[in-house]
């Protein structure tokens, strides 16, 4: 299985810097300027993509479902999950006028498509990948439909057991997409910290043999940089301009002063994981000899002696022979007279 795939001109995967995703999501509100407006801070906040969510209401809920808990908080309890999803549609030409936006602006332009028709339309619009939110892992005909346009797939795992991501898995490689990485994701709105399981990320890893990114609903910027130092190769986070702005989303979500803070976080943590190869730096060997102990006299030794307990110790700069040879100084004859606090050297010995 692939461990690297292409976003774009972006190499994404294992050993790769790690691919940010801000999640405009509906926090557009259903205003194409705001949308602009998330696009620029997005841009302006160091992530490498934009993502919105394409979506008929009338195709995604039945008239009388139910919001969820969360998304009651964003506008009252009044109102159906249908009725609210109508408000946060975004028509096809809307999405293909942010597209280019995005792609003048110089950064990628994904979206998560909730049917087969907002799946086509994103196809004429050009864009790199297919994100399948966590809700539609288990929608088989939506899998099998987006991973039949033969792209990328980042697909998030919320809500669902291994049993489920290894049925999706399949579906999608079955039409042969190749390129595929999971998100681990704990859909709650937003999430407790306690309940990120943060070891899931490895988990995902090692059963599947994919690439493995994070998508994050916590509050605050804490769980992206664990995730990062976990292996995720991807981190989405959701972006508002406002978070007392109405609509589900906003409260989960950073502002763009805090989602540049989280670039750049993110961007001093990778540098500072680097390869896992254990070795020696520069700057390492210079401090070796500072740091490290030697072999001294600890008194004056006279030229003839037998060395023997006490008379060696060991003391900084390790620039001399390593205290683990002390062994084969001792019995040892002096051959000269050696001063306290030299460092001992094998031809002062016989």
Not at 83 to 105: F, I, P, S, T, V
Not at 230 to 244: F, P, Y
Not at 248 to 258: F, M, N, T
Request: charged content about 25%; overall charge neutral; some cysteine.
């Amino acid at each position: 299985m692939a461990k690297t795939m292409l976003l774009g001109d972006r190499s994404v995967g294992e050993g790769t810097p790690c691919f940010l995703i801000a999640e405009a999501g509906v926090n557009h509100n259903g205003d194409l300027r705001l949308a602009e407006r998330l696009i620029d801070a997005a841009c302006n906040s160091g992530a490498d993509a934009v993502k919105f969510q394409s979506f008929h209401a009338d195709d995604l809920a039945t008239p009388g479902a139910a919001k969820a808990g969360y998304q009651k908080k964003g506008k009252g309890d009044r109102e159906t999950q249908r009725g609210m999803l109508r408000g946060l549609e975004m028509a096809g030409d809307d999405l293909e006028h942010l597209a280019g936006y995005a792609r003048d602006r110089g950064i990628l332009f994904l979206s998560s498509p909730f049917d087969a028709g907002s799946a086509d339309s994103l196809e004429r619009i050009g864009v790199p990948a297919y994100k399948i939110a966590s809700g539609e892992l288990t929608n088989t005909p939506l899998l099998r439909h987006i991973a039949r346009k033969g792209k990328p797939v980042i697909l998030s795992t919320g809500m669902a057991g291994l049993g489920e991501i290894e049925e999706a898995i399949r579906v999608i490689r079955g039409e042969g997409v190749a390129d595929l990485v999971l998100l681990h994701c704990v859909t709650r709105y937003p999430a407790p910290l306690r309940e990120v399981n943060f070891r899931v990320i490895p988990t995902l890893r090692a059963a599947f043999g994919l690439p493995v990114g994070y998508s994050d609903h916590t509050l605050g910027i804490t769980a992206p940089l664990v995730a990062l130092a976990l292996g995720a190769c991807v981190i989405e986070k959701h972006l508002t301009l406002d978070r007392g702005l109405p609509g589900p989303d906003h409260r989960a979500s950073l502002e763009p002063g805090e989602f540049g803070e989280m670039a750049r976080l993110l961007r001093e943590v990778e540098e500072g994981l680097g390869n896992g190869v254990k070795e020696i730096g520069s700057e390492e060997r210079e401090m070796r000899m500072a740091a490290r102990r030697s072999l001294v006299a600890a008194r004056d030794i006279p030229r003839g002696t037998i060395l023997g307990p006490g008379m060696i110790a060991t003391k900084r700069p390790g620039t001399g022979i390593p205290p683990a040879y002390l062994d084969s100084f001792l019995g040892r004859k002096s051959r000269v007279t050696i001063p306290k606090d030299s460092l001992l050297t094998w031809d002062m010995v016989e």
